[in-house]
């Protein structure tokens, strides 16, 4: 009878955790992790920070071939999986059948490009433009790089938090940055109404031209750099046009396998998303107990617990439990640390502080509880934060904690 054990696929931070954690249990059965980058598995918040400003950055690597050997892990990079037979419990990878008792499923996001396709290659109006990036991969982030250590004037399209962060980098060395931003505010779905516009004026300050209500009509290329057309019919000159609209779960290989996707794969509060598979990171929908709905996060905090939770629950299902997480981002924006926990939808907004001044805190209540809070410049904040949401704290604990409000606030 075969073992075929442990098969993890997408070799990043909620693979790698998945693998550690399933051995922590003291599961000793085979393991595999697939992984279609040929890199060994990164971190990926540097790229778009340390990486790209400092003068000889190191390549955030999570485990080296030494940590992985000790796992004792059959690592197979720059394979594909490009589909999955739950009942033969096999994953097609690399034109073969690799077999499993359990599955953990951690293929991530892809960026979304201008067409909304997952390639670049297939982006309308973009084919062939040389300097047209996004920024997910390392491979991507060895691109960009080029570019600001070259000064290039940049056209980012999208106001989100990497491209904020790539505009960080540009603007330390004095290039010139352009945000195209279709919405009225950058980050009104991420940060709320009452917060966004405060995150906006950061750019303002920092020198950044933020063009917002318009989008890009198309990209060309020109005699002196890329042509990007916008929608207002005016012209923008770049060497870097950066996209950075979003990212979509990683799910194209899961078609027809009969697992339940819907803006990423479906899993009860125990990360199972049929028997004996599990999903982690950034690809998973899970049901979240702590606040009752059913959430699908991008950042690394969630990355990694869910990882390790996906690792222990597929080895051992009979002691899975639920598992909650109190959702938790931080960015860096022209030298302000921006951290949010918990989350935005809320009745009431409180801000604390003064946003002109470079330290100030939003907090979200629903109810009365406090279920958000955003900070910056106020890091030694935000885990009180975190802890308070985790255990459902009162509204009035949180204000408490915060102070008095400034005045600015409203319903998100
Ligand atoms: C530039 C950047 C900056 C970020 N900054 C922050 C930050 O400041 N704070 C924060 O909290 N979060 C940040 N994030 C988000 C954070 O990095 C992600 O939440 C985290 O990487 C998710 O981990 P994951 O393992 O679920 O998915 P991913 O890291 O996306 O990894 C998925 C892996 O699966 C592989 N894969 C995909 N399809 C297949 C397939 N069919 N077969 C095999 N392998 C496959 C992919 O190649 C990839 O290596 C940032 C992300 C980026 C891109």
């Known amino acids: 009878m075969r073992e075929a054990g442990l098969l993890v696929v997408g070799a ?38 340390a990486f790209l400003r400092d003068e000889e950055p190191a390549v955030p690597t999570l485990a080296d071939a030494h940590a992985l050997a000790a796992l004792n892990v059959d690592v197979r990079l720059g394979e594909a999986a490009d589909g999955l037979c739950l009942e033969e419990r096999e994953v097609m990878a690399g034109g073969r059948c690799v077999p499993f008792d359990s599955l953990v499923i951690a293929t991530g996001c892809a960026p979304v490009t201008l067409a909304g396709t997952e390639s670049m290659a297939d982006t309308a109006g973009m084919n062939g433009v040389n300097g047209v990036h996004t920024l997910r991969t390392l491979d991507d982030a060895r691109a960009v790089r080029r570019h600001v250590l ?66 890009v009509r198309r990209v060309s290329d020109g005699p002196d750099g890329r042509r990007v057309v916008l929608s207002d019919g005016s012209v923008l000159t770049a060497d870097l046009v950066l996209v950075g609209v979003g990212a979509r779960p990683t799910t194209g290989w899961l078609a027809g396998s009969g697992l ?36 699908r996060l991008e950042n690394r905090t969630a990355a990694a617990e869910l990882g390790a939770a996906a690792g222990r629950h597929a080895v051992d299902p ?30 009431e907004v409180h801000v604390v502080g ?29 885990m009180k934060y975190r802890a308070m949401i985790a255990r459902r704290a009162p509204w009035t604990v949180a204000r408490e904690f915060a102070g008095a409000p400034s005045g600015v606030g409203g319903s998100a």
């Open 318 to 347: 009979s002691a899975a439990t639920a598992v909650s997480a109190v959702p938790y981002f931080w960015s860096d924006w022209y030298g302000s640390r921006i951290q949010m926990v918990g989350v935005v939808e809320a009745d």
């Open 354 to 382: 003064d946003p002109d001044g470079g330290s100030w805190a939003a907090l979200h209540r629903r109810g009365d509880r406090v279920v958000g809070a955003l900070t910056v410049g106020r890091p030694r904040q935000i």
């Open 12 to 49: 990043s931070l909620a693979g790698l955790r998945a693998v550690e954690a399933a051995r922590a249990t003291g599961y000793s059965g085979p393991i595999t992790l697939i992984g279609a980058e040929r890199h060994l598995p990164y971190d990926r918040p540097p790229l778009s920070k």
């Open 150 to 215: 070259a000064g290039a004037r940049t056209v980012l399209v999208g106001g989100g938090f990497i491209g904020a962060e790539v505009a960080t980098a540009l603007r330390a060395r004095g290039s010139s940055v352009t945000i195209v931003e279709a919405a009225d505010v950058p980050l009104v779905r991420a940060a709320g109404r009452v917060v966004a516009p405060l995150l906006a004026a950061l750019h303002a300050r920092a020198g950044v031209d933020l063009r917002c209500g318009v989008s």
């Open 260 to 295: 339940g996707v819907d803006d990423g794969v479906l899993c009860d509060e125990t990360l199972r998303a049929a028997p004996g598979v599990y999903a982690a990171g950034d690809v998973a929908r899970w049901h979240n107990p702590l606040f009752g709905t059913a959430m």
